[in-house]
């Protein structure tokens, strides 16, 4: 059984009000009746340009943005349909890495705050436990414990971003979506958090939805590729098969525009 079932997620908002009338304009359908599978220890590489709905769909899959229509089942649960506890519950084994290392971290918090504070809320633990903790976890993203005194600003991108990675690991999850958590990045950075990702992925058994726009990252991370147009899924397959054997044109499109990989 999948970890994660997608069947038929759709999410439409409205457009705005016209300034004459007040009338609205319509919707756009952001993601459009995707369907996908997520298997356990897996990531699935979800590759699209800016536009195409790819962090809206993994908004939805984590229920930070409601879908319009669909389900999604989660370790054989209706995830949709948990309220109170069970989405307490669930919270804890779903969460997010965040595309902007310097936004997604609250300036006035140290970093000891930041990455115990789901411990926190869903967590009884003693302040040295909690200590202790984020001290195991800093080390685990390549931290010295002894950051957890300073505030974000005082650290470079790639060391915001892993305090980003210890906080989405703070409760031990089993799924994770990475949102575009390397785009911020420059590129020698961005290749030491991907090699981190991978090993965190070994080290604690995640399960990865890695959402990026490039073709060369998702391929060398990802198990699997699904490739989103327009609030669809145009393709999905084996990183070999939609590397090497693409079959809609708008893949082939991607691989074409990336230097070094097949097409």
């Keep these: 059984m999948p970890l994660l079932e997608i069947r038929h997620l759709s999410k439409t908002f409205p457009l705005g009000e016209s300034l004459f009338d007040g009338a609205g304009r319509g919707e756009v359908r952001a993601v459009d009746d995707v369907s996908l599978d997520i298997q356990t220890g897996e990531t699935l590489g979800l590759v699209g340009e800016s536009g195409s709905g790819k962090s809206t769909l993994g908004r939805l899959i984590l229920r930070l943005v409601e879908p319009s229509y669909g389900t999604i089942t989660f370790e054989g649960r209706d995830w949709l349909a948990a309220t ?157 098969q939609i590397t090497r054997d693409p079959q809609h044109p708008y893949t082939r499109s991607l691989l074409e525009a990336t230097p070094g990989v097949e097409a």
């Design 84 to 240: 109170g506890g069970d989405m307490r519950r669930a919270r804890r084994d779903m969460q997010i890495i965040f595309q902007d290392p310097f936004g997604s971290l609250d300036p006035r918090m140290r970093v000891e705050d930041v990455v115990s504070e789901p411990l926190i809320i869903h967590e009884q633990l003693t302040r040295a436990e909690l200590r202790a903790r984020t001290a195991e976890l800093l080390h685990a993203v390549g931290l010295d414990p002894s950051a957890m005194q300073r505030f974000p600003h005082e650290f470079s991108g790639g060391q915001r971003q892993r305090i980003g990675i210890a906080r989405a690991l703070a409760l031990r999850p089993k799924f994770v979506v990475a949102d575009e958590p390397v785009s911020a990045l420059d590129v020698s950075v961005a290749a030491q958090i991907v090699n981190l990702l991978a090993q965190l992925q070994r080290q604690f058994g995640l399960t990865y939805l890695f959402i990026s726009h490039s073709m060369p990252l998702v391929r060398y991370l990802a198990n699997r590729i699904a490739v989103m147009y327009r609030g669809t899924i145009v393709e999905i397959g084996s990183t070999q």
